[in-house]
């Protein structure tokens, strides 16, 4: 089931790969290469049904403790008013 357009720009969605990042409590969880339709505009990324249930099944098994993840090095800026 492909989307036919973006819901935020209405752009032109092409057949892709993308990066699911999400922050739970102090850890960041980055899963690459993930299969997507990409906006050509905004680049806002959308999933089919199938990869939505393997992404949820990485994040149950990270909540379980039983996902081998990779350190990588990462920065927090915070940005002041």
Same mark, same amino acid.
């Given at each position: ?20 990042? #999400?922050?739970? $409590? ?8 993930? =299969? ?7 680049? @806002? !990324? ?11 099944? #990485?994040?149950? $098994? ?8 990779? =350190? ?7 940005? @002041? !008013?």
């Amino acid at each position: 089931m492909k989307p036919r357009k973006c819901g935020l720009c209405k752009g032109r969605l092409q057949k892709g790969k993308t990066e699911f990042t #999400v922050k739970v $409590e102090k850890t960041i969880l980055s899963i690459k290469d993930v =299969p997507a339709y990409v906006c050509q505009e905004c680049g @806002e !990324a959308y999933f089919t049904p199938r990869i939505s249930r393997k992404i949820d099944k #990485v994040m149950k $098994e990270f909540h379980e403790g039983r996902l081998l993840a990779y =350190p990588i090095a990462a920065g927090e800026i915070r940005l @002041e !008013a």
